[in-house]
Each structure stands twice: as structure tokens, then as C-alpha cells.
């Protein structure tokens, strides 16, 4: 193996962080060279991702056992910080880099400059999220949960105005208690155990005294609390449709991807903490079971709460951190690939939709929606209702007006799961997966599941054809004008799906082989840890 | 000195608690900083308390663990208490950008009525 190719795993935080600099240094005024830097970096996370892919599926001479070791400044594994890159954090990796660049992209054809730093800010919260998937101690986590939580106070922010800043005030409290708590879980996990790093920690954790070992589950717990916030998971989940559905879109877009960290967080850290038959509470379990399936409920009745899109789109977001935890939470392993299939559709999918809403309520305003609501519920007739039935019939759709309604539907399809796109095949292959586990997991969690599951799918569909309605037969609209740069990473984003779903095996295979690399918790401690440990505290 | 320490962690994070529950938007930025003070001396609790142990490893008094004190925890204080304080920063911008949009210093940007 080339030796060049064991530095791949720093550049997915190393690039984004030095792009992110300079481009904070430079002035606003070379608009050029900042657009075209700013796409470069991206495009090549996105290639050190697929790189990274390959190596960790053992193509291109990749590493034994498919997990990859970076130990920074070469300090060895329980006293440096490691970089550890496994199949899972690949494909975390590759859905980043996809997601940032259709939302880059989609940027710069006009909410880049509705404010300062756009790009910049953009690139450090791709760092956070990166470190976020490759770090392999405890501290570090939170160093980059902290990078991207930064970044995102920021990009929440981005086009001010009064709503945003009280959305984003709550966000920020929010996630800034919610970050004290993992300080305080962390220093109680490195009290107990006297390590940070992942790896080390079931080492640790199995030697622990009972008195230890109660706070220690303490620590997990709260832990556990953090990663749920993040997830937003039921009932710590108020913050986000405010925050998520007035962002602009972009940023709404690659936040479809930031409550899929905390499911990350919450996957990686259970799976290495139930070594050795210990897992706390809310990293799996009937308890994480529940709560995921409160938060697809929740989100269910949000949905038909919604009076905008955007809004819609958030609590979308929710039902599918609630189907994932779910999932999670189910006894048994089956479920995790079909899960990460669904988990990577969904973020595609609402990605694309965060985008393609603002594009279809261009040129609308509040008050036709607040008129349409208030028709719909007076039972008043609406303006145009048939006064003349005719003067439609055989006018051509505007080219836009098509693009707009096949993306919609679409994305109504991946998202509420509807045959024939990825979303159908992810969630069949979670109900699937749910019934293949029956003798070891209670009847009730699998009924409970598949009820869930189906009728989360049947509110999405109603939900989302009633706005629909409402947005694309609006007959006194005029038809939104959109750019090449606004329509192409949409596009783009649901021709991945489409790809997805035409050819599910190879990715099923991979994200199978993902499952199995996870939960081989010994092959994980075995590379970053390399001499073997004994277990004194 | 156990005593003193856990009081003092306690206090500032029960008045911490109590003002982020507050409806002023000043009352949460300072009930943030307790609580950030309270989650940094705890972190520095967990390193074991010792009196008059240094971090550091001397050169004349060779490696034996058990006369320095655990570094880790106060490493992990000092990257907690920068980002602590840079969030916080940032937090007061939002503050007083909230505070000029909306006219008021309610947390929701509007006042309650029956106030």
C-alpha cells in the first residue's frame, strides 16, 4: 500500500479547516477564486471520502481488517489522539461530502451573500462533522461537536432578520447546555475509567468496582442525554423545527445531516460500550426503543401540524431520527443495515427537499398561505375555484414548473417511503429486517415498529399532498425562475436516490459488511490498540 | 477541601440551572457562565483533589505517578474553559442582536402579556 495513502484520513479535517481559513482571510471582494476554492475543497472531501470508501472495503490495498488507524504526531493509541476510520465512517464521510457539495453549489446561486462568511463557515462545520465521524476518543468528540456546533450557530444565523435570531438564541442555549453535559459525562467517564479513548474504554469499563461502576453508568447516561439532543430525540427535540425550518435553505439542507451525528455518536458509542454485556440505558434497549418510537409519534403529529414547507421539511427530519433510533433500539443486530440504507436515503432526500422548497414557494407569500388556511378551514370558496375551468386546459407547463413537480413528488416518495425510490427500499428492508428478528425480540417491539413505521409513512403522504396542493396548484402564482445552480444539485442529490434504488445490492452488500465491521468490536480495539492491554485501572 | 469543592460546584450549578430557566435573556447568559464555572471545577474534580502535586513530570524526581497529579483533567479544563468562552462570546452577540431586532429582552422576543 502506497504510503502516502495511510495520510488520507487527517485531510477530511485538515482540508476544510485550512480552506476555511484562508477564506475567512481573503477579502469578500475576489468572488471568483473564493467560489472556486471554497468548490474545490469540498469536491475533494468528497474524493479523500470515496478513497476512503474503497480502503476500508479493502480495495486499493486498503488496511487489514477494513479499520484504519491515523495516530497523530505517531503518538501510539491509549496516550495520543487517534484518527480511526472504519466502513461506517467512510460512508458517513462520503454522505457528508455529497450532501455539502449539492448544498455548496446550491449556495452560490444566491444565499451565499445573504450575509458574511457563508463559505468560510461552511467549511468549518464539514470539519466538525468530519472529526466528528473519524475521531476515535471521547474528547476529541466533543471538540468537534463543538467545531460544528460553532459553525452552525453561525449558519443558522446566516441572513439574520428577527425570527432567525430568536430561533437561533434558543438553538444556542440549547446546545450550549447540552455541550456542559458532555463535559460533565465526559470527565466522569475519564474519572472512572482513566481513558478517553474509545477503544480502551470496554477494556476499562469490564475491570470497573460496583461503586466505579455506578457513576460511570452516570456518565454514560448523560452521554447518552447529549447524543439524543443532538438527535433530536422526543422529548428533547422543541429546538429544532423553529431552528431547522427558518434557516435558509442550504443550511437547512446539510442540517439534515447534523441530527444524523448524534445517531452516529450514539450507534458508535453503545455498540463499543455493550462489549462484554454492558450497555446503559439510553444507548439501547427497550429505553432507546421507546424513546425513538415518542419521537417518530411526535413527529408524525408535527407533520400535520406544519402550515409551510419548511417547517414540514424539519419535522420530517425528526420522524426519520425517530424511525432510526427505533431501529436502533431493537434487540438485535439485523436492523443496522437496513437502517443506515434508510438513514443514508433520508438524508439525500431531505437535503434535497430543504432546497427544492424554497425554489417552489419563491414569488409566494405569507398571506396567500394564511388566506389558503383560512379558506380551508372556514370552508369559504377560493378565488380561482372555478370561475374558468377551461382557460388551463392545454396551456404548456413551464419547463420550471415541471422540474419543481417531479422533484416534489420525489421527494415525497423517498421521504415517506412510497415505492419506487430508496426510500421504499430502506424501509422495507427495516420492516423486513424487523420481522427476520422475531424469536429474539418481543412480538410487541416488531408490531409496534411496523404500525409505527407504516402510519409515519401515511401521514408524511397526506401531509405532504396537502401542502402540495396548496403550493403547485396555486393557479395565480407566477411561474419561479430558477438557475441552472439551484436546480442541478436537487437533481443531482435525487438521481443519487434513484441510482440507489435501481441498484440496491451493491449498497446493501456494503452497508451489511458496515453492520458486521461495527458490531466486530475486538477487530475495532485490536488496530487502534496494538499491544495488548491488561485490564488494571 | 472535598467539602468546599463540592459546595462550591453545587451552588454555581444549582444558580446556574435556576437562571437559565429565567425568561431574560441576560439571566441565561449568566446562568450559562455558572454553570460552565461549576462544569469546569468539576472536570477538575475528577482528576482526584491533591494539595501541592505538580502536573508535570520533574526531572529530578523522576516518573513515579504518585507524586505528580493527573494532567489530563487539567488539559481537558483549559480546552473546556476557550470553548466554553468562545460559545459564550457568541452568545452575547446573539443577545444583542435579538435584544435590537425585537426591542426586548425576553427570550422569546416578545413580551408576555399579563406582564
Known amino acids: 500500500m502506497n504510503p502516502w495513502l495511510n495520510h488520507l484520513p487527517i485531510l477530511p479535517v485538515l482540508l476544510p479547516m485550512l480552506t476555511g481559513t484562508v477564506l475567512l482571510l481573503s477579502s469578500d471582494s475576489r468572488h471568483g477564486p473564493r467560489t472556486a476554492l471554497a468548490l474545490f475543497a469540498t469536491l475533494a472531501q468528497l474524493v479523500v471520502a470515496l478513497a476512503l470508501l474503497a480502503l476500508t472495503d479493502g480495495q486499493l490495498d486498503g488496511w487489514p481488517g477494513g479499520v484504519g488507524l491515523y495516530a497523530l504526531g505517531n503518538w501510539a493509541a491509549p496516550f495520543g489522539i487517534v484518527l480511526v476510520v472504519d466502513r461506517l465512517a467512510a460512508v458517513m464521510l462520503t454522505l457528508t461530502a455529497t450532501l455539502g457539495l449539492a448544498a455548496l453549489v446550491y449556495s452560490l446561486a444566491r444565499w451565499e451573500k445573504a450575509g458574511v462568511h457563508f463559505l468560510p463557515l461552511f467549511q468549518f462545520l464539514l470539519m466538525g462533522l468530519n472529526g466528528t465521524f473519524l475521531t476515535g476518543d471521547l474528547f476529541n468528540l466533543f471538540v468537534f461537536f463543538e467545531v460544528m456546533l460553532a459553525a452552525s450557530y453561525g449558519l443558522v444565523l446566516h441572513g439574520s432578520g428577527g425570527p432567525r435570531v430568536n430561533a437561533g438564541l434558543h438553538y444556542i442555549v440549547v446546545n450550549l447546555v447540552a455541550s456542559l453535559l458532555f463535559l460533565v459525562a465526559a470527565a466522569l467517564i475519564y474519572g472512572m475509567t482513566g481513558t478517553l479513548n474509545l477503544a480502551e474504554l470496554p477494556v476499562r469499563v469490564a475491570s470497573l468496582t460496583a461503586g466505579d461502576r455506578q457513576l460511570f453508568d452516570l456518565g454514560a447516561a448523560l452521554l447518552g442525554i447529549v447524543f439524543l439532543t443532538k438527535a433530536g430525540a422526543w422529548p428533547l427535540n422543541f429546538w429544532l423545527p423553529a431552528a431547522y425550518g427558518i434557516a435558509v435553505p442550504p443550511v437547512g439542507a446539510i442540517f439534515a445531516i447534523l441530527t444524523k451525528v448524534g445517531v452516529y455518536a450514539l450507534l458508535r458509542i453503545s455498540v463499543l460500550l455493550q462489549d462484554g454485556g454492558v450497555a446503559p440505558a439510553p444507548f439501547g434497549g427497550d429505553w432507546l426503543f421507546y424513546c425513538g418510537l415518542a419521537t417518530l409519534g411526535v413527529g408524525t403529529l408535527g407533520l400535520f401540524s406544519a402550515q409551510k414547507l419548511s417547517k414540514l421539511a424539519a419535522f420530517l427530519v425528526i420522524v426519520s431520527s425517530g ?183 451493491p449498497a446493501m452488500a456494503y452497508l451489511a459488511s458496515t453492520s458486521d465491521s461495527l458490531y466486530d468490536v475486538n477487530a475495532y480495539v485490536r488496530t487502534v490498540l496494538p499491544i495488548p492491554q491488561t485490564s488494571t485501572p | 477541601m472535598e467539602l468546599i469543592l463540592s459546595l462550591a460546584i453545587g451552588i454555581m450549578a444549582g444558580s446556574g440551572i435556576y437562571l437559565i430557566l429565567r425568561p431574560r435573556t441576560f439571566q441565561v447568559i449568566i446562568g450559562l457562565s455558572l454553570l460552565s464555572y461549576a462544569v469546569n471545577l468539576f472536570i477538575f474534580g475528577m482528576g482526584r483533589l491533591r494539595v501541592g502535586a505538580p502536573p508535570i513530570i520533574n526531572p529530578v524526581l523522576g516518573s513515579n505517578p504518585a507524586l505528580y497529579t493527573d494532567p489530563v483533567p487539567q488539559a481537558l479544563v483549559l480546552t473546556a474553559i476557550v470553548i466554553g468562552f468562545a460559545t459564550t462570546a457568541l452568545f452575547l452577540v446573539v443577545l444583542l442582536a435579538s435584544r435590537g431586532l425585537s426591542g426586548t429582552d425576553h427570550v422569546d422576543g416578545v413580551e408576555p402579556d399579563n406582564e
Open chain 1, 323 to 505: 424511525t432510526l433510533l427505533t431501529a436502533f433500539g431493537f434487540t438485535g443486530t439485523l436492523l443496522t443495515g437496513p437502517a443506515l440504507y434508510y438513514l443514508i436515503s433520508s438524508v439525500l432526500g431531505s437535503g434535497a427537499f430543504f432546497m427544492l422548497v424554497e425554489m417552489a414557494e419563491r414569488n409566494r407569500t405569507q398571506v396567500a398561505d394564511l388566506l389558503a388556511i383560512s379558506f380551508e378551514a372556514f370552508g369559504v370558496e377560493s378565488r380561482h375555484d372555478s370561475e374558468h375551468p377551461d382557460a388551463m386546459v392545454g396551456v404548456a407547463i413551464p419547463a420550471a414548473m415541471a422540474f419543481l413537480g417531479l422533484s416534489f413528488v420525489s421527494c415525497g416518495l423517498l421521504l415517506t417511503g412510497l415505492p419506487p425510490l430508496s426510500g421504499f427500499v430502506g424501509k422495507f428492508a427495516l420492516l423486513g429486517a424487523s420481522l427476520d428478528s422475531l424469536p429474539n425480540a418481543p412480538v410487541l417491539h416488531v408490531g409496534l415498529f411496523i404500525g409505527a413505521l407504516l402510519l409515519s409513512g401515511l401521514a408524511g403522504i397526506v401531509a405532504l399532498s396537502r401542502l402540495g396542493i396548496r403550493v403547485f396548484w396555486d393557479v395565480a402564482r407566477p411561474t419561479p425562475h430558477l438557475q441552472w445552480l439551484e436546480a442541478g444539485p436537487v437533481a443531482a442529490l435525487l438521481l443519487i436516490c434513484v441510482w440507489l434504488a435501481a441498484n440496491p445490492e
